[in-house]
Structures are given as structure tokens and as C-alpha cells.
């Protein structure tokens, strides 16, 4: 999955800068105040955030224009030929930067890092905190010089706003300006620490409370278009993430899925797109873990090889940091026989016996297919186990806070659109953001505006759904009840909206044969009016063509003309469906009739 | 042993029904080179005991020896490889097989399996005493030849005549019209008409003597009747009275077969009542005839019948005709259940209009 390796890139080397920063206990207390201050900034400095690793994955100059032109990031006016070597040298804060590292200057990271520990503290500083704030680091990692008088100079007054003395190894002393937003990421990491480190600091109901208002000052930011508070993203051409990666939350409180769903128990099913995989990243980031994710492997082998990884890789380096397993669609796995969920089972028995002792925090989330056994013995894996799985049954999300969310990254993208077409969009693609965000990218590679006529024809934003055969049997046999006013796009009724559904609906789900048996299986338990029997009729007319022309294709191997089936079933639809739920059955009894007579 | 197979004649000379076949066929093989042949006629005609005659005719007692085999053939089809499984009856000199039971791929048995049983000479056949020598070749017997598709005949042509030096095809069908005329036209095709009352009569009054039965009068004449010109049936029939009362009183009824009779409560309960409830209780009970291996084409007919006989003489006509036309959707599709629903239907709904239109 593109957004699981997207993800990844950011995240150790965060989570080794809090391993090794975070364990001073007063800092957590501060780190908490100053939390609530900052929040407003959140979402800019989560913008920043993403753009910087983004821009890494380019090539190498791109990454060094990029890190210039980032306003935030902080520029040093004269820096002496023997700071050259820390440049490079460094390799702690951003990922992409080991690849410019050469051989001779890594060596050098260790005493770096001493000195820029050792240098705050014989200067002024006002916030003991400072002392293991990234932005000393950030001084080195410039790589390119830029003469931005306003951002260093070798006099503090010459500088507004908060300044911190650099001394270079020349021993020249420069004051550097602070960026607001670095210092709200160091507070941010911190607090994260804070918060997980013991269960939980804060009551569950100031949680509840400020992720209430967070969302609500988003949607006020969404709404107002108001695009002056946003950063001005200079973002080269070349410059291609993809927006569902780019706008991933990357904390609980951005997540627009229910809020129960983050807090409590972590169930992690639903329909593909909502954010599943986004949100067993985010928990295990929240509580410290590097995330391993085995959802590229389905068989039980390289499922049990990855979780051996995971376990004995954490007994070797006992100081590294501890992994939480992430095992995405979980029933894929299962659907290859139990092997998986067995090799699972087995491990986390033999983990129970021999229990490290470590952090017992397990989130674990289960289908519906092996509740209780499972749950009771990953309560004691020593490792977290995140399984995700897709469940049709789950409820989607409310349209309205995805448009929201929609719009607040229009905006971002300085992408013209309109509320409507939001909501057309939304509901097109069935509530699946992810699904509704590539649409929304590629239409902004196109063009400036998207309309509501655009996103109708646009066959991008569709994707393949394909459904249970008794979801198509209870379209087929349901009407829909108009409550929900389908705005008529492009001049088509309602009748031939519900036409495209069915049609899509039926041949995503592509067994026509089993489709029809359950049709004719169902029919004749409707309760439609027909006292002259011509609807029935008709029905089983269209059955028996349907048979017929089944049985042309399988012979000559036409299998174009299958296309043509669909329409069968949409043609019983209009003749039969009701309002009232029906009662569905399988079509056992002529399977078992096939049973006896093999076609 | 039901009497059926009991008493099946053994050889060509045994035959009775169809001796003028019996004896020609005789002739045909044992002076000279036997062509490919095609059996064709109505069921419980003896089709398949001349088959089984002339095999024993061409290669003595050891045609008789079969085993059953349940075979299964990986094919390769270009892209992909296709499993097949095939019930095989086959001696050391034939093989018989049911091509058309693996349905719609029928041709890939036919272009793979065939050719290949066709193409292998049988090597220990030498020095048979007793027969001759231009019987060292296999013969296929091929079952329900007009039930193999379009393709699998045509890809059948190339074989019979490629491999007529080593191998012999005895096709078996009801009906001669759905073999392709080439297939037709390269056989010896034989008719076997239905036998004769007289000659079911005939046949029964023979099991009776040697089963040693007192038959009352005119109860020969009664099964042979009953049975539809077919002799199996007939046999069947009279086995079945045999196993309910013995001896035979004078005015013993024949029981009908047990299908019949559901077909006929089947078309009581349409003439009762019409509507979509009705038939899906019909049509459980058309399940149920067509689970118990009752054909849907005999389904269908025998329906018609009695529905014709409790009709008004004024739909008489049209009903036949959709009868007609729902049988001929039912050979083209393959799920029969679809198709005599459908008649079942529009039969409901022709008879509840004219009941509308004559009492309103």
C-alpha cells in the first residue's frame, strides 16, 4: 500500500528523536501547557510536516531547493568553510538526507550532536526547554547558503522575535532566529510522549473536549475560505505526492472518522477508504511504536517469518524502540484457509509464556469471524497487533464532515471549487475519501475549477465497488425510497441514475449466473400486484434469456456478449421491485438441483 | 437382478424385437469391414441391446467383461488447462463414454480424449481364435450423440474419418436430426423403431413363461399399452405389478409411474388456483421431479398432456404452442428449471384471462 510506506518515512526517525529526548520528566509537564496554546497552528505545522519528507523523495537538488524555500525553516548567513562538514555530517532530523551523506563527514555525528547540546546552555536562553530543540539541528542541515540577513545575524537586537546564539566551531557566535512553527513540533512530539508515556494524563473528557473543538475551528477554516492564515505553499512542478498521503492525518485529532471509534476500542473494519489504515498508523505512533506492517504477505509463512522479525529483532536491540505489528485485511489472510490467524494465534501463545514484561498496550481490532478467542489472547501480546479488515456492515462517514475536509484541502491546494460539487463528489464515490482525494488531485492536474457536470462524467472518481450478491439481490428487489433527493446531474431523472447504479453494481459484482439465481430464487416471495401473472411472466421470460444466452457464450466463447446480462436484472428491477424490505433467501434449492444434474 | 437386464438378449441371434436389424447386422459384420454406426430411436427400443450384441458379435464373451471407470483428464486449452471428469464403461476391445455429460466442453473430449483412444491400437489382440483378424481395432461407443454441441460433432468428423483404420464409432441417440448431417453421412445409420404392442406383449408373455407366472388375459395387453411403446418400461411395469400382488387378479391396476402421477397433481393445482404463490409451490415440486432425475423435456410434455386434458378446447391450441416454444428455449439454455417456470407462467396466464373474459 502507497499510503503505508508514505507513512513510514517520517515516523522512526521522529520516534528516535523522542526515545532519546523525552524521558526528562518536568519537560512533560511544561510540554502539556504549552500544548493547548499552540493549537491553533496545528494543521500549518502538519502541512509543513508532510511537505518536508515529501519533498525528499524527489532528486537531490529539488530536496535542497525545497528546504530553502520552506519559510519556516531557518537560514544561517555566514557559515565558516569548517561548518561544511556538519552539513553533511548530520543525518539525524530528515530522512531523505542519508543518501547526501558522505562516508568521512558521518563519522562526525556524534561530536556534532555534543556540541550542539553543550552550546545553549552558556547563552541566554529563556526556555530551559530549548536545550533539545531541533532547530540547533536544523542550523546544520541547511545545505545550501542563503543570504537572509533577517533570519541570522551576529547581533541579537538585529533580530524580532525570538533569537537563539549558534556558535560555529570557529568559535563564531550568530543569533538565529526562531521559527514559531519548529518550536511548536518540538512541543507537539513531546506532548505525544506525554500523553502515552503512563495510560493517560488528561481525562478522557478534556480529550473528548478539545478534539470536539478542534474539528469545529477546521470546519471554520474550511468554510470561511479565508486563505489568509494559510502558508503559501511553493511547491515545485515536479514536486508529485500523492493528496491522499500528503493530507493523511498524522494525530487522532485529525481524524474526521467518530471520535468514539479513536478513543475507545479500536475497531478497525469498514469500507475500503476510510481511513483504517491511516488510524492504526496513527495509534501506533501515538503510543510509541514503530509500526511493521505484514500486509504485503497473506501467506501464513512469511506472516509468522515477519512476526518472528518483529519479536526477536526487539530482543537484540533491547534499546531500540518497541514495534507494533500492523496486519492490514486481516480477512484476505483468512480468506487463504486459517493458516494466518492460526500462525497468530500460536505466536502470541508462545509470547504470553515467555512474557518480556514490556509495555502492554494492545490495540487490536477484529472481524467478525473469530471474535472472542482472539481478542482474549492478544490482550496479552506483548507486541500490539493492529488487524484491519474491511467490513461492508461498518457505517460510513458523514458526508458532511468529509466535505469539509474536502474543502479545507481545496483550499489548501488553492483548488477553486464549490460546496456542490463537494457533496456531488462525496456521494459519488460513497463516502470514501481516499477515493474522492485522487479524484480531486487529478482533476487539479487537469484544470483550475471542477463543476458538478465534471465530476459525474468523470469515470475517474468511480471506483470499483464490488458488493455482497445479497446487496445486489436487495437493490434488485428494493426501491429505493426517494427521501434522499438525487439532484437530476446532467438532465438524467432519477430512474436512470438508479439505472447506472444497479448497472455498475451488477457487473462490478460479476457473477451474473449467481446473480440471477437468486433472483429467480427470491421473485415469486414478492408481494407485487400482478393478478394476470403478465409480470411474473415477463420475469421468467427474461430469466430464461438470460439462461440462453448464457448458454450461447459458454459455447462459442463469446464472452463480450456478457456484458448484456446486467440489463436482464435491471429490467426485472423495474418490473418487481418494492418499497418494503425483502425477505432474501440463497439460492439453495437450485443449486441443489445442479448438484444432481452437473451442467 | 431386475428382469430388464435379466433377460436382455445376448447375442444378435437372441434378438427378437428387431430381428430383421439383428440379422443384417449380423451379416455386416462378421462378412465384412463394419463401418462407423449411428443408432438411432425412441427410448426402451433396444438400442442399446443391439449395440451390446454386435460388440459381442465383433469380439465374443470378452465385450462383456466392463469395469467402470471414473476418469479424469487434464487438457491443455492454450491459456489454460481444463479438468474433466467422465464416467468410462470399457472392456479390453471398447471403451464407452457420455461426452456430452461434461456439457458445454464436450469438444475438448471429443478433439482430445477420442483422438487419442482412436489414435492407440489395441496390441493383444493376436491370435483370437474364433474371430477374425480385421476386428484388432477399438470401437468407441459414444452415448446421446445428439446432445453434444455443434462443435464437438464437427471436430467428431475429422476423427471418424482420420483414424477409420484403427477405430470404430458406434454412435446411440434418440434423434438423428440433431446430428450434423456430416456425421450422419459418414455412418451406416440404423433406425430402431419403437416396438409394437404386440411385440411388448410378446416380450412379456415370454418373461411370464420362463418366470413361471399364470398372466391373466388381456393383462399383457394392458402393460403394453400402458407403457408407451416403450419395452423397458413395459418390463418395468410388469415387474412392478409382480412385486404388489401376486398372482395377478383379472383387473389389476397398473400403477403409473410415480412421476406421472406428480405431474398430474402438479397440473391439478395450476388448473386450481393462479398466481405467484401457486407457482412458487409448483415450482418446488418441479424441483423436485427434476432432482430425481426425471428429464425436463418428459417434464414438460407429460405437463402438457394432462394440462390439455382438464382444457377448454378453445386454448387447446395455444397452449400447445407455447409449450412448443419453451421447450425449444430449454434445449438452447441449460437451466431447465428457468424455462418450464416460464411455461408454467404464461400457461397461468392465458388461463386466468380466459377465465376473466368467460365468467368475468
Same mark, same amino acid.
Given at each position: 500500500m502507497?499510503?503505508?510506506?508514505?507513512?513510514?518515512?517520517?515516523?522512526?526517525?521522529?520516534?528516535e528523536w523522542?526515545?532519546?529526548n523525552?524521558?526528562?520528566?518536568?519537560?512533560?509537564?511544561?510540554e502539556v501547557?504549552?500544548?493547548t496554546?499552540?493549537?491553533?497552528?496545528?494543521q500549518?505545522?502538519?502541512q509543513?510536516?508532510q511537505q518536508?519528507?515529501?519533498s525528499?523523495?524527489?532528486?537531490p537538488?529539488?530536496r535542497?531547493?525545497?528546504?530553502?524555500l520552506?519559510?519556516?525553516?531557518?537560514s544561517i548567513?555566514d557559515?565558516?568553510?569548517?561548518?561544511?562538514?556538519q552539513?553533511?555530517?548530520?543525518?539525524?532530523?530528515?530522512?531523505g538526507?542519508?543518501n547526501?551523506?558522505?562516508?568521512?563527514?558521518?563519522?562526525?555525528?556524534?561530536?556534532d550532536?555534543?556540541?550542539?547540546?553543550?552550546?545553549?546552555?552558556?547563552?541566554?536562553?529563556d526556555?530551559?526547554?530549548?536545550?533539545?530543540?531541533?532547530?540547533?539541528?536544523n542550523?546544520?542541515?541547511?545545505p545550501?547558503?542563503?543570504?537572509?540577513?533577517?533570519?541570522?545575524?551576529?547581533?541579537?537586537?538585529?533580530?524580532?522575535?525570538?533569537?537563539?546564539?549558534?556558535?560555529?566551531?570557529s568559535?563564531?557566535?550568530?543569533?538565529a532566529?526562531?521559527s514559531?512553527?519548529e518550536?511548536?513540533?518540538?512541543?507537539k512530539?513531546?506532548n505525544?510522549?506525554?500523553?502515552?508515556?503512563?495510560?493517560?494524563?488528561?481525562?478522557?473528557?478534556d480529550?473528548?473536549q478539545?478534539?470536539?473543538?478542534?474539528?469545529?475551528?477546521?470546519?471554520?477554516?474550511?468554510?470561511?475560505?479565508?486563505?489568509?492564515?494559510?502558508?503559501p505553499?511553493?511547491?515545485?512542478?515536479?514536486?508529485?505526492?500523492?493528496?491522499?498521503?500528503?493530507?493523511?492525518?498524522?494525530?487522532?485529532t485529525?481524524?474526521?472518522?467518530?471520535?468514539?471509534?479513536?478513543?475507545?476500542?479500536?475497531?478497525l473494519?469498514g469500507?475500503?477508504?476510510l481511513?483504517k489504515t491511516?488510524?492504526?498508523?496513527?495509534?501506533a505512533?501515538?503510543?510509541?511504536?514503530?509500526?511493521?506492517?505484514?500486509s504485503?504477505?497473506?501467506?501464513s509463512?512469511t506472516?509468522?517469518?515477519?512476526?518472528?522479525?518483529?519479536v526477536q529483532m526487539?530482543?537484540?536491540?533491547?534499546?531500540s524502540?518497541p514495534?507494533?505489528?500492523v496486519?492490514d485485511?486481516?480477512?484476505?489472510?483468512?480468506?487463504?484457509?486459517?493458516?494466518?490467524?492460526?500462525v497468530?494465534?500460536?505466536?502470541?501463545?508462545?509470547?504470553?509464556?515467555?512474557?518480556?514484561g514490556?509495555?502492554?498496550?494492545?490495540?487490536?481490532?477484529?472481524s467478525?469471524r473469530k471474535p472472542?478467542?482472539?481478542?482474549?489472547?492478544?490482550?496479552?501480546?506483548s507486541?500490539?497487533v493492529?488487524?484491519i479488515?474491511n467490513?461492508?456492515?461498518?457505517p460510513?462517514?458523514?458526508?458532511?464532515?468529509q466535505v469539509?475536509?474536502l474543502q479545507y484541502?481545496?483550499n489548501?491546494?488553492?483548488?477553486?471549487t464549490s460546496s456542490?460539487?463537494?457533496?456531488?463528489?462525496a456521494?459519488y464515490?460513497?463516502?470514501d475519501?481516499?477515493?474522492c482525494?485522487?479524484?480531486?488531485?487529478?482533476?487539479?492536474k487537469?484544470?483550475e475549477?471542477?463543476?458538478?457536470?465534471?465530476?459525474?462524467?468523470?469515470?475517474?472518481?468511480?471506483?470499483?465497488?464490488?458488493?455482497?450478491?445479497?446487496?445486489?439481490?436487495?437493490?434488485?428487489?428494493?426501491?429505493?425510497?426517494?427521501?434522499?433527493?438525487?439532484?437530476?446531474?446532467?438532465?438524467?431523472?432519477?430512474?436512470?441514475s438508479?439505472?447506472?447504479l444497479?448497472h455498475?453494481?451488477?457487473?462490478?459484482?460479476g457473477?451474473?449466473?449467481?446473480?440471477?439465481?437468486g433472483?429467480h430464487?427470491n421473485?415469486?416471495?414478492?408481494?407485487?400486484?400482478?393478478?394476470?401473472m403478465?409480470?411474473t411472466?415477463?420475469?421468467?421470460n427474461?430469466?430464461g434469456?438470460?439462461d440462453v444466452?448464457?448458454?450461447?457464450?459458454?459455447?462459442?466463447?463469446?464472452m463480450?456478449?456478457?456484458?448484456y446480462?446486467?440489463?436482464?436484472?435491471?429490467?426485472?428491477?423495474?418490473l418487481i421491485?418494492?418499497v418494503?424490505?425483502?425477505n432474501?433467501?440463497?439460492?439453495k434449492?437450485?443449486?441443489?438441483?445442479?448438484?444432481?444434474?452437473?451442467? | 437382478?431386475l428382469?430388464v437386464?435379466?433377460?436382455?438378449?445376448?447375442?444378435?441371434d437372441?434378438?427378437t424385437?428387431?430381428?430383421?436389424v439383428?440379422?443384417n447386422?449380423?451379416?455386416?459384420v462378421t462378412e465384412?469391414?463394419?463401418?462407423?454406426?449411428?443408432?438411432?430411436?425412441?427410448p426402451g427400443?433396444g438400442?442399446?441391446t443391439?449395440?451390446?450384441?454386435v460388440?459381442?458379435?465383433m469380439?465374443?464373451? /470378452?465385450?462383456?467383461?466392463?469395469?467402470i471407470?471414473?476418469?479424469?483428464? #487434464?487438457?491443455? +486449452?492454450?491459456? @489454460?488447462t %481444463? $479438468?474433466?471428469?467422465?464416467t468410462?464403461?470399457?472392456?479390453t476391445?471398447?471403451?464407452?463414454?457420455?461426452?456430452?455429460?461434461? /456439457?458445454?466442453?464436450?469438444r475438448?473430449?471429443?478433439?482430445?480424449i477420442? #483422438?487419442?483412444? +482412436?489414435?492407440? @491400437?489395441? %496390441? $493383444?489382440t493376436k491370435?483370437?481364435?474364433?474371430?477374425?483378424?480385421?476386428?484388432?481395432?477399438a470401437?468407441?461407443?459414444?452415448?446421446e450423440?445428439?446432445?453434444?454441441?455443434?462443435e464437438?460433432q464437427?471436430?467428431?468428423?475429422r476423427t471418424?474419418?482420420?483414424?477409420s483404420?484403427?477405430c470404430?464409432?458406434?454412435?446411440?441417440?434418440?434423434?438423428?436430426?440433431?446430428?450434423?448431417?456430416?456425421?450422419?453421412?459418414?455412418?451406416?445409420?440404423?433406425r430402431i423403431?419403437?416396438?409394437?404392442?404386440?411385440?411388448?406383449m410378446?416380450v412379456?408373455?415370454f418373461?411370464?413363461?420362463k418366470?413361471?407366472?399364470?398372466?391373466?388375459?388381456?393383462?399383457a395387453?394392458?402393460?403394453?399399452?400402458?407403457?408407451?411403446?416403450?419395452l423397458?418400461r413395459?418390463?418395468?411395469?410388469?415387474?412392478?405389478?409382480?412385486?404388489q400382488?401376486?398372482?395377478?387378479?383379472?383387473n389389476?391396476?397398473?400403477?403409473?409411474?410415480?412421476?406421472?402421477?406428480?405431474?398430474?397433481?402438479i397440473a391439478?393445482?395450476?388448473?386450481?388456483?393462479?398466481?405467484p404463490?401457486?407457482?412458487f409451490?409448483v415450482?418446488?415440486?418441479l424441483?423436485?421431479?427434476?432432482?430425481?432425475?426425471?428429464p425436463?423435456?418428459?417434464?414438460?410434455?407429460?405437463?402438457?398432456s394432462e394440462?390439455l386434458?382438464?382444457?377448454d378446447?378453445e386454448?387447446?391450441?395455444?397452449?400447445?404452442?407455447?409449450?412448443?416454444?419453451?421447450?425449444?428455449r430449454?434445449?438452447?439454455?441449460?437451466k431447465?428449471?428457468?424455462?418450464i417456470?416460464a411455461f408454467?407462467?404464461?400457461?397461468?396466464?392465458?388461463y386466468?384471462?380466459f377465465l376473466?373474459a368467460t365468467?368475468?
Amino acid at each position: 500500500m502507497d499510503a503505508d510506506m508514505d507513512m513510514d518515512i517520517p515516523l522512526p526517525e521522529e520516534l528516535e528523536w523522542l526515545e532519546t529526548n523525552a524521558f526528562l520528566p518536568e519537560e512533560d509537564e511544561e510540554e502539556v501547557e504549552l500544548y493547548t496554546e499552540e493549537e491553533e497552528d496545528h494543521q500549518q505545522q502538519q502541512q509543513q510536516k508532510q511537505q518536508i519528507p515529501d519533498s525528499s523523495r524527489t532528486n537531490p537538488l529539488g530536496r535542497s531547493i525545497t528546504a530553502v524555500l520552506a519559510p519556516e525553516s531557518i537560514s544561517i548567513a555566514d557559515l565558516s568553510p569548517v561548518s561544511e562538514n556538519q552539513i553533511n555530517g548530520k543525518k539525524r532530523l530528515w530522512s531523505g538526507k542519508d543518501n547526501s551523506a558522505d562516508a568521512s563527514s558521518s563519522e562526525k555525528v556524534s561530536s556534532d550532536e555534543k556540541r550542539n547540546r553543550i552550546a545553549p546552555p552558556g547563552s541566554e536562553i529563556d526556555e530551559d526547554w530549548l536545550r533539545f530543540s531541533p532547530p540547533m539541528e536544523n542550523i546544520d542541515e541547511t545545505p545550501v547558503v542563503v543570504e537572509e540577513e533577517k533570519f541570522v545575524s551576529r547581533f541579537a537586537s538585529e533580530i524580532d522575535g525570538d533569537c537563539i546564539p549558534v556558535t560555529g566551531p570557529s568559535g563564531d557566535r550568530v543569533y538565529a532566529k526562531m521559527s514559531r512553527v519548529e518550536r511548536n513540533d518540538v512541543s507537539k512530539k513531546l506532548n505525544i510522549k506525554g500523553y502515552s508515556y503512563g495510560l493517560i494524563f488528561e481525562p478522557i473528557n478534556d480529550l473528548m473536549q478539545r478534539v470536539e473543538q478542534e474539528a469545529f475551528t477546521k470546519v471554520l477554516q474550511a468554510s470561511s475560505e479565508s486563505p489568509s492564515d494559510l502558508i503559501p505553499l511553493e511547491i515545485p512542478v515536479v514536486n508529485e505526492q500523492l493528496w491522499v498521503d500528503k493530507y493523511a492525518p498524522n494525530s487522532f485529532t485529525e481524524l474526521l472518522s467518530d471520535e468514539q471509534t479513536n478513543r475507545e476500542v479500536l475497531l478497525l473494519c469498514g469500507p475500503p477508504g476510510l481511513g483504517k489504515t491511516t488510524l492504526a498508523h496513527i495509534a501506533a505512533k501515538h503510543c510509541g511504536y514503530r509500526v511493521i506492517n505484514a500486509s504485503d504477505d497473506r501467506s501464513s509463512s512469511t506472516i509468522e517469518a515477519k512476526i518472528l522479525d518483529v519479536v526477536q529483532m526487539n530482543s537484540v536491540m533491547a534499546d531500540s524502540k518497541p514495534k507494533c505489528l500492523v496486519i492490514d485485511e486481516i480477512d484476505g489472510a483468512l480468506g487463504e484457509g486459517k493458516g494466518a490467524v492460526e500462525v497468530i494465534l500460536k505466536m502470541v501463545a508462545a509470547e504470553k509464556k515467555s512474557d518480556v514484561g514490556k509495555e502492554n498496550v494492545s490495540q487490536e481490532a477484529q472481524s467478525g469471524r473469530k471474535p472472542s478467542k482472539q481478542r482474549r489472547k492478544t490482550a496479552s501480546l506483548s507486541r500490539p497487533v493492529i488487524c484491519i479488515c474491511n467490513d461492508l456492515f461498518a457505517p460510513s462517514l458523514r458526508p458532511l464532515r468529509q466535505v469539509a475536509k474536502l474543502q479545507y484541502i481545496c483550499n489548501k491546494e488553492r483548488f477553486r471549487t464549490s460546496s456542490i460539487a463537494l457533496t456531488a463528489l462525496a456521494e459519488y464515490t460513497e463516502c470514501d475519501i481516499r477515493s474522492c482525494l485522487n479524484t480531486l488531485q487529478f482533476l487539479n492536474k487537469k484544470k483550475e475549477t471542477i463543476n458538478v457536470l465534471e465530476i459525474s462524467s468523470q469515470v475517474v472518481g468511480r471506483k470499483d465497488i464490488s458488493r455482497s450478491a445479497f446487496d445486489v439481490w436487495k437493490e434488485v428487489f428494493q426501491k429505493r425510497k426517494m427521501k434522499r433527493e438525487r439532484k437530476p446531474f446532467n438532465g438524467c431523472n432519477s430512474m436512470s441514475s438508479d439505472f447506472d447504479l444497479l448497472h455498475s453494481l451488477i457487473s462490478n459484482r460479476g457473477d451474473y449466473e449467481l446473480t440471477l439465481d437468486g433472483i429467480h430464487e427470491n421473485i415469486l416471495q414478492l408481494h407485487y400486484h400482478d393478478p394476470l401473472m403478465q409480470k411474473t411472466l415477463k420475469c421468467l421470460n427474461s430469466l430464461g434469456v438470460s439462461d440462453v444466452m448464457h448458454q450461447y457464450i459458454m459455447r462459442t466463447q463469446k464472452m463480450s456478449l456478457r456484458v448484456y446480462q446486467p440489463y436482464i436484472a435491471i429490467t426485472i428491477r423495474n418490473l418487481i421491485a418494492q418499497v418494503e424490505k425483502p425477505n432474501i433467501e440463497w439460492p439453495k434449492s437450485f443449486q441443489r438441483y445442479l448438484s444432481f444434474h452437473p451442467i | 437382478m431386475l428382469w430388464v437386464d435379466k433377460y436382455r438378449p445376448k447375442t444378435l441371434d437372441k434378438i427378437t424385437v428387431h430381428e430383421d436389424v439383428a440379422k443384417n447386422l449380423k451379416k455386416l459384420v462378421t462378412e465384412q469391414d463394419c463401418p462407423h454406426l449411428l443408432f438411432y430411436g425412441p427410448p426402451g427400443s433396444g438400442k442399446k441391446t443391439l449395440i451390446m450384441a454386435v460388440l459381442r458379435q465383433m469380439f465374443g464373451p /470378452g465385450a462383456e467383461k466392463v469395469k467402470i471407470e471414473n476418469k479424469t483428464w #487434464k487438457i491443455d +486449452a492454450g491459456t @489454460r488447462t %481444463i $479438468d474433466l471428469e467422465l464416467t468410462t464403461l470399457s472392456s479390453t476391445h471398447h471403451v464407452e463414454l457420455n461426452p456430452s455429460d461434461v /456439457g458445454f466442453q464436450d469438444r475438448y473430449i471429443v478433439q482430445e480424449i477420442i #483422438k487419442e483412444m +482412436a489414435r492407440n @491400437r489395441p %496390441i $493383444d489382440t493376436k491370435g483370437k481364435k474364433g474371430y477374425k483378424d480385421m476386428y484388432v481395432m477399438a470401437v468407441l461407443v459414444l452415448n446421446e450423440v445428439d446432445k453434444l454441441s455443434r462443435e464437438a460433432q464437427h471436430s467428431l468428423r475429422r476423427t471418424m474419418e482420420k483414424y477409420s483404420a484403427s477405430c470404430r464409432l458406434i454412435l446411440c441417440c434418440n434423434s438423428s436430426s440433431k446430428v450434423t448431417e456430416a456425421v450422419r453421412s459418414r455412418c451406416l445409420n440404423v433406425r430402431i423403431n419403437a416396438p409394437t404392442e404386440e411385440q411388448i406383449m410378446g416380450v412379456l408373455e415370454f418373461i411370464g413363461k420362463k418366470e413361471g407366472l399364470q398372466l391373466p388375459p388381456g393383462f399383457a395387453a394392458r402393460i403394453a399399452a400402458q407403457s408407451n411403446r416403450s419395452l423397458r418400461r413395459a418390463i418395468l411395469l410388469f415387474e412392478t405389478c409382480r412385486v404388489q400382488q401376486y398372482p395377478f387378479i383379472n383387473n389389476q391396476v397398473i400403477p403409473p409411474m410415480d412421476w406421472e402421477q406428480y405431474v398430474s397433481e402438479i397440473a391439478s393445482d395450476i388448473m386450481k388456483e393462479q398466481s405467484p404463490k401457486r407457482l412458487f409451490l409448483v415450482r418446488g415440486k418441479l424441483y423436485e421431479l427434476l432432482i430425481n432425475c426425471i428429464p425436463p423435456e418428459i417434464i414438460l410434455k407429460r405437463l402438457l398432456s394432462e394440462l390439455l386434458k382438464k382444457l377448454d378446447a378453445e386454448l387447446k391450441h395455444e397452449v400447445c404452442h407455447w409449450a412448443a416454444y419453451y421447450e425449444h428455449r430449454m434445449r438452447l439454455g441449460q437451466k431447465a428449471i428457468f424455462h418450464i417456470e416460464a411455461f408454467v407462467a404464461k400457461f397461468m396466464s392465458i388461463y386466468k384471462a380466459f377465465l376473466i373474459a368467460t365468467f368475468g
